[in-house]
């Protein structure tokens, strides 16, 4: 990729040409004019002379991609910038394996007052069992150590942790020798946070929104909340994407006070307001026990309590939004729903755009509720790619006929619901290609969908889901959101062929998208653009 540029301006008008633009203003367009920050015109080759000499910069794309930028609909961005700079322990194959990774990192880090980790699974490990304390306390030192579960909804830390939060061992889901879950865990993350200084909070910041930009995503949905992260980490922050070049960031604060949320600069009281936990961690919330254990996790809000935050968001003009994986929880949600549905009338909920996240374990009644009330699904493919299939995690939590039901994108798209497709890094790592193939290559036939889809539900879907729907999408008028990418062949990708699918004939003037066959490597950034200012790449990529 090559340019040529005139002298920098606030404003600078772009034309890039020679190479592929997904636009549906034009299926084969092949060049793209961008002026004071939005797209201005998208066509062939032969009419991008026309501008050729009225820009102030023209690249040469040498046959490269451009796409909207993508959005990233589900982030903890402080928490995905420690895990990029800090212990990681997302790719420990054991718990022999994770110990040496915490005895490594803990002796490198001598000056640190805390130690932070997170991304254990005990599920993949033969050992088949989390870290125990004691065996923490001695690979640590006896320092402070907080090392979360993968799913991020249990924790386990040492002694010297434990000691500096007063009454833990007598809040709700603290058991002794077990990994800590609900109000224990939000305690013992809330005294290792609170030691970050605001400097290390800031650098982790600016390594997660590096990162993301070097993946094409323009815009990320920040999900905090008390339960989640502090104030000052929220609107930290989101002045730093204002202050900075990077990923725009859109703030969603999970608390049921909803002028807090507003006052913190949220865009909804919404994201992570936890109506139940994890699968992972037995603490999402089920109609009937899970297979290998004998309850049915944790509900966290009631009909009651959704209904009454549902009516507060709606009346306050801020979107409400809730986590709600298990089917109990889902139920929960939208039994309240419809009761502010009821209280306030069913057009004034459905405008207001409310969410639901993760959104798992869905039932034909529950699909057809999330459409009936216009809700969001901001859901997160690579779960099933990383946990879904005959022999994973969902499968031994709820055995195989359970898991099968869950994450059913293709019914959901079928009844009109609305999905915005995110990673809750650093749950699962940022990766939007990998995102879009994660759901076009769903390991449950029944539940894929088409590349296209999964590529709007992780662009223009996120743009939705905040309520904008004139963007997301290369046509003009839109922002200038995009991304330069080097791949192979475009292919129309359907990978299955009981997916309801557009034609794969040339002639329909359907743009293509990269081949996302698992085993083809996925495209590379070589620039990605907000707003018409370049946040990641620069002259020859």
């Known amino acids: 990729m090559t340019e040529r540029t005139a002298p920098q301006s606030e404003h600078r008008t772009v034309l890039l040409r020679g190479g592929e633009v997904h636009s549906p203003a034009d299926p084969f367009a092949t060049a793209m004019v961008v002026e004071k920050g939005h797209v201005a015109w998208v066509g062939s080759e032969g009419a991008a002379d026309a501008f050729a000499s009225g820009v102030d910069e023209v690249v040469d794309l040498e046959g490269a991609l451009v796409t909207p930028a993508f959005t990233d609909a589900h982030v903890h961005t402080t928490a995905t910038g420690l895990a990029l700079t800090g212990l990681d322990l997302s790719g420990a194959a054991s718990l022999a394996e994770a110990a040496a990774l915490v005895r490594a990192y803990a002796d490198g880090r001598p000056g640190d007052r ?3 980790g997170h ?11 989390a870290p125990r304390r004691d065996e923490l306390d001695e690979l640590t030192g006896g320092r402070p150590l907080y090392l979360t579960r993968i799913d991020v909804h249990s924790a386990v830390v040492t002694t010297a942790l434990l000691d500096r939060v007063p009454g833990i061992r007598s809040l709700a889901g ?12 939000h305690a013992v993350r809330a005294a290792a946070y609170a030691t970050l200084s605001p400097q290390q909070r800031t650098e982790a910041q600016r390594a997660a929104l590096r990162h993301a930009a070097s993946l094409g995503i323009g815009t990320l949905h920040e999900c905090g909340g008390p339960d989640i992260s502090s104030e000052d980490d929220f609107t930290g922050l989101l002045q730093l994407a204002r202050d900075e070049p990077g990923p725009r960031v859109v703030g969603y604060w999970a608390d049921r006070d909803v002028e807090r949320a507003r006052a913190l600069g949220a865009l909804g009281a919404a994201g992570d307001l936890f109506a139940d936990g994890s699968l992972g961690s037995h603490t999402a919330c089920l109609h009937e026990p899970y297979a290998d254990a004998g309850h049915t996790g944790a509900a966290h809000l009631d009909a ?3 209904a009454s935050h549902v009516v507060a968001c709606t009346e306050a003009g801020l979107q409400a939004g809730f986590h709600a994986i298990g089917d109990a929880a889902l139920t929960a949600v939208l039994d309240g ?4 549905a009821d209280k306030l009338g069913l057009a004034r909920v459905r405008a207001a755009r409310h969410r639901v996240e993760h959104a798992e374990m869905l039932t034909p009644e529950t699909i057809a509720a999330f459409a009936e009330f216009g809700l969001t699904a901001s859901v997160q493919p690579a779960f099933d790619a990383a946990w879904g299939g005959e022999t994973g995690m969902y499968a031994q939590r709820l055995g195989a006929e359970r898991a099968r039901t869950l994450n059913p994108y293709a019914a959901l798209l079928r009844a009109g619901v609305p999905l915005a497709f995110g990673s809750d890094s650093p749950v699962t790592p940022l990766d939007p290609w990998g995102t879009v193939r994660a759901a076009a290559f769903h390991r449950t036939p029944e539940h894929r969908i088409s590349a296209r889809a999964a590529f709007t539900a992780h662009t223009r879907g996120g743009w939705r889901a905040v309520g904008r729907d004139d963007a997301g999408v290369l046509v003009p008028g839109a922002p200038a959101d995009y991304a330069v990418w080097r791949t192979g062949e475009l292919v129309v990708q359907a990978p299955d062929d009981r997916v309801a699918r557009w034609s794969t004939d040339p002639r329909s003037g359907t743009p293509g998208l990269p081949d996302l066959t698992p085993g083809h490597d996925l495209p590379v950034c070589l620039r990605t653009v907000v707003s018409g200012h370049t946040v990641f790449g620069g002259p020859n990529g």
Do not use: Y
């Not at 005990?122 to 069992?129: D, H, L, Y």
């Not at 603290?174 to 865990?185: C, I, K, S, V, Y």
């Open 114 to 116: 805390i130690l932070i």
């Open 119 to 129: 991304g254990w699974d005990a599920a993949r490990w033969p050992e088949a069992r």
């Open 174 to 185: 603290f058991r002794d020798g077990e990994p800590l879950t609900g109000d224990a865990h």
């Open 304 to 306: 009651d309590a959704v």
């Open 337 to 340: 729903v419809r009761a502010a």
